[in-house]
């Protein structure tokens, strides 16, 4: 079955960087599109980053310029670099996949907690 499991997450000062990763399995991963979300205390679920089967990224406003997602298929995982990360960056960040590749069918991992302190 699919299955999406992140890591990375964990308590940073303000200005610093995390990598996190969510290795996937279950699926033809090369076939699809990736997503990073998150969700921080009292606020929806919003998108990250997206990359898609051939490596074209997308960015949020607030990522733009500070996160960089990346894959490799070969390990079929997917990455998110965070750099100068901002208190209001504290959020659980959720891995996606649509599956099959183009549906709305989404699958999602566990979460990772990042938290950013002042």
């Known amino acids: 079955q699919v299955r999406l499991v992140e890591s990375g997450g964990g308590l940073v000062q303000a200005g610093g960087s995390l990598r996190l990763s969510c290795a996937a399995s279950?699926?033809?991963?090369?076939?699809?599109?990736m997503g990073w979300y998150r969700q921080g205390p009292g606020k929806q679920r919003e998108l990250v980053a997206r990359?898609?089967?051939?490596?074209?990224?997308l960015y949020s406003d607030s990522a733009k310029g500070r996160f960089t997602i990346s894959r490799i298929n070969a390990k079929n995982t997917v990455y998110l670099q965070m750099n100068n990360l901002k208190p209001e960056d504290t959020a659980v960040y959720y891995c996606?996949?649509?599956?099959?590749?183009?549906?709305?069918?989404?699958?999602w991992g566990q979460g990772t907690q990042v938290t950013v302190s002042s």
């Open positions: 996606n996949a649509r599956i099959p590749p183009g549906s709305l069918n989404d699958y």
């Open positions: 279950g699926f033809i991963f090369s076939n699809n599109a």
């Open positions: 990359i898609s089967n051939v490596g074209s990224t």
